[in-house]
C-alpha cells in the first residue's frame, strides 16, 4: 500500500483504503479500481491524496485439460489408427479403448480435477483433435456428474470414434454452414453418424453405450437433430451432444468457427430445449467462457488480457490492462480482478 498524489493517477489503479466523507459516508470502498472520472471527483472535492495498492506482478496461468505434449500423442495416436480403417476391418479401432483410458486416467492424475476452471481455445478444424478435445470435455462432465469410471469410459470410446462416419463422406464441412450445402451435400453429410454406427453396429468389443453415441451424437432433445430426429436420449448421450456442439462451435466442423464466449451462450439459450440443463450447467462450471490470454473489451471502453481464471466464477477472470477508456496504452503492470469490482464486466472477446 502507498500513499499518492490524486494529481499523479491516470486509472485502473486499486484503492487500498475506503474513501470516506466528512459525513463518514463510503464514498468508493477498499479494492476499487479508479476510473478516470473518480479521478476527477476526487479534485472537485478536494480530495489530494489516497491509498493505492502496490501493483505486484500476477503471473499469467493457463489451465488446460490435457497437457499439449499428451494432447499431441494422443492425437496422433487416434489420427493413425483412423486413416488405416477400412469399413471391413475394425480390429485397428479396439486399440481406440484403451486410448480412452488413458485420457481418463491423465485427468483423474491432475489435482482437484473437478474444482477448475479450463482454459478451452478455438482452433482449426482437425477431426482428430476434436475428437481427443471431445473425449476429453465429455469424460470431465461425466465426472463432476459422479458418473462411475466404467461408464466414463464407456463415454470416451463414444467420442473418440463419433465421427467415425466423416471418413466415408466427401462433403467439405469445415468452417461452414451446413445448412449452407447443397441438398444433395447435407443429405450426405447428416449420414455420418449411420455410417460410423453401422461399421461398428456388431462388434462386440464396443458397448452398446458407446454405438448410441456414434449414432446420435446430432441428436436433440426437442426431436430437431439428425439423422433420426428421437426425442428420447440416453443420459450418456445426452453428455456428450452438448460437448460435441461445444467443440465443433470453436473449431468449426459443420458450422462457421465461433470465439468460446460465443459457444456458451448458445449452450445457455437452449438449455432446457435442445440441451438439458443440468449438464449444461455442469459443463458451464468448468469452461472459462474467455480463455487466458485473450484480449477482451471491457464496459467502459479499456481492453485488456485475460491471464488467469477465478475459480467459479468462469466469466469474472483476472485481466492485466493493455488499454484505458480512452484507449491510451497503460504504463506499467496493472490488473483488474474482475471479481472484486462489481461495475466492470466484459463486452466481448477481440478477434
Not at 15 to 27: D, N, Q, V, Y
Not at 117 to 127: A, H, L, T, V
Not at 187 to 196: F, I, Q, R
Request: proline share 2%.
Amino acid at each position: 500500500m502507498k500513499l499518492c498524489k490524486v494529481s499523479e493517477l491516470r486509472g485502473g489503479e486499486m484503492l487500498a483504503r475506503a474513501i470516506i466523507t466528512p459525513e463518514f459516508r463510503i464514498l468508493l470502498s477498499e479494492d476499487t479500481i479508479l476510473r478516470p472520472e473518480y479521478i476527477k471527483k476526487f479534485m472537485e472535492l478536494g480530495i489530494d491524496e489516497v491509498y493505492i495498492k502496490e501493483k505486484n506482478k500476477i503471473d499469467s496461468q493457463e489451465v488446460v485439460l490435457l497437457k499439449s505434449d499428451v494432447e499431441n500423442f494422443f492425437k496422433n495416436r487416434v489420427k493413425s489408427i483412423l486413416e488405416k480403417h477400412t469399413y471391413s476391418r475394425n480390429v485397428e479401432l479396439m486399440e481406440l479403448s484403451k486410448t480412452a483410458d488413458h485420457i481418463l486416467t491423465n485427468i483423474l492424475e491432475e489435482e482437484e480435477v473437478v474444482e477448475k476452471i479450463y482454459d478451452i481455445r478455438e482452433r482449426s478444424s482437425d477431426i482428430y483433435e476434436h475428437s481427443i478435445s471431445m473425449c476429453s470435455l465429455a469424460t470431465l462432465t461425466a465426472l463432476k456428474l459422479k458418473i462411475s469410471k466404467r461408464k466414463a469410459h464407456e463415454i470416451g470410446v463414444g467420442c473418440l470414434l463419433h465421427d467415425l462416419g466423416l471418413r466415408y463422406v466427401t462433403v467439405n464441412y469445415t468452417n461452414q454452414d451446413i445448412n449452407t450445402l447443397s441438398k444433395i451435400d447435407l443429405a450426405e453429410y447428416m449420414k455420418h453418424p449411420v455410417y460410423g454406427y453401422t461399421t461398428l453396429e456388431n462388434e462386440k468389443w464396443i458397448s452398446k453405450t458407446s454405438k448410441d453415441i456414434i449414432l446420435y451424437h446430432h441428436e436433440n432433445l426437442e426431436g430437431t437433430g439428425y439423422p433420426l430426429k428421437v426425442k428420447k436420449l440416453p443420459y450418456e448421450v445426452q453428455i456428450v451432444n452438448i460437448c460435441d456442439t461445444f467443440d465443433e462451435m470453436i473449431c468449426g466442423i459443420g458450422c462457421k468457427r465461433l470465439k468460446v464466449y460465443e459457444a456458451v451462450e448458445y449452450l445457455k439459450t437452449f438449455r432446457d430445449t435442445k440441451f438439458n440443463s443440468d449438464i449444461v450447467d455442469v459443463f458451464l462450471e468448468f469452461t472459462a467462457v474467455y480463455p487466458v490470454g485473450s484480449q477482451v473489451l471491457l464496459c467502459d471502453n479499456s481492453i485488456g488480457k485475460v491471464i488467469r481464471q477465478n475459480k467459479e466464477f468462469p466469466n469474472r477472470p483476472i485481466v492485466q490492462m493493455i488499454r484505458d477508456c480512452d484507449g491510451k496504452e497503460v504504463e506499467g503492470e496493472v490488473y483488474l480482478d474482475l471479481i472484486k469490482v462489481n461495475n466492470i464486466f466484459i463486452e466481448k472477446e477481440l478477434a
